[in-house]
């Protein structure tokens, strides 16, 4: 028998996915987000969502990534939906959170995850947390960021991207099996330097940005160590390789017919 499985952030990258992939295992997959009448910051919705739930997975993710913004997105949804699952008796919360989020406490950004995680352990309610290293759909959004004039500026270090494909399936799978209150870690099977990744992704797409390398360049906020932001050698791994999710989403980018001038 399918188990009634909520999502919250369910209509996103991650959330979609994992929606899908846990109705084909035969569940009763809701993907719950403000779209579908289900806000985490307000409550609304959320008691009605809830209602006969086993399992809650929360990848939402917060709008704004400025330091106040990001903490007040995370404390306030995760404490609501915290709240509303003591109620409804919900067996097993599952949340998705970032590989080094404790080393990587410079970033407002990763204090917030870790405040979220402190509230998911704290609750009392059966737990597993996934930490995942930065997705491959991220790449661009990781440039941007580290972005001075037409230079891309990282630092010195790893990092072992994954696709999102893999870290919807790690997540389903945990999501369906019983709760490990600890973290597990999901993490790519390549390991690249910081530049050579970013570098990569951004000729994929022609983008004629230079990428550096700065020793003093920071990752949203953080000052890195060349491991900072590689998982442990008892992480997951994902099975789908840079190069070849690049050419697919090139290609599906490719598909998308161009506009045509009226
Ligand atoms: N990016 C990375 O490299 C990385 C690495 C490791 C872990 N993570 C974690 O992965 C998680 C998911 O990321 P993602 O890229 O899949 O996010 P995303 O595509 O931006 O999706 C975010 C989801 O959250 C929903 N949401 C926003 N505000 C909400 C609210 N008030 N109430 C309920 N739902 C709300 C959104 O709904 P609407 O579309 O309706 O706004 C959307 O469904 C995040 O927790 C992030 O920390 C990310």
């Known amino acids: 028998m399918g188990m009634k499985i909520v999502v919250i952030g369910g209509t996103g990258l991650i959330g ?14 809701v993907a ?48 609501n939906l915290l709240a509303e699952e003591a109620r409804a008796g919900v067996r097993h919360h599952v949340a998705l959170s970032v590989v080094g989020t404790d080393r990587l406490q410079e970033s407002g950004y990763m204090r917030a995850k870790l405040a979220q995680e402190k509230l998911i352990k704290d609750s009392g309610i059966p737990y597993s947390i996934v930490h995942a290293t930065q997705f491959f759909e991220f790449v661009t959004r990781i440039a941007d ?4 004039g037409n230079q891309v500026r990282v630092p010195p270090v790893f990092i ?11 997540v389903g799978r945990v ?10 870690e999901v993490a790519g099977p390549q390991r690249f330097r910081f530049d050579e990744f970013i570098r990569q992704g951004l000729q994929a797409r022609h983008d004629p940005r230079e990428v ?17 932001l590689v998982a442990s050698d008892k992480a997951g791994i994902g099975e789908i390789r840079f190069e070849d999710w690049l050419n697919n989403s090139i290609r599906n980018y490719d598909r998308i017919p161009p506009i045509k001038a009226a």
């Open 175 to 184: 999501a369906m099996g019983p709760p490990l209150n600890g973290i597990v």
């Open 32 to 79: 719950a987000a403000p779209n579908t009448g289900v806000n985490t910051l307000t409550g609304e919705g959320l008691a009605e969502a809830l209602k006969n739930a086993s399992v809650v997975v929360d990848v939402s993710n917060s709008p704004s990534f400025e330091d106040k913004a990001v903490m007040e997105f995370f404390r306030t949804s995760t404490g």
């Open 16 to 29: 979609s996915k994992v929606v899908e992939k846990l109705a084909a295992h035969g569940h009763e997959a």
């Open 145 to 148: 960021e580290a972005t001075d």
């Open 212 to 228: 550096v390398v700065d020793p003093n360049a920071r990752y949203f906020g953080a000052k890195l160590g060349e491991l900072s």
């Open 160 to 170: 072992q991207p994954i696709a999102a494909e893999d870290v919807a399936r790690a």
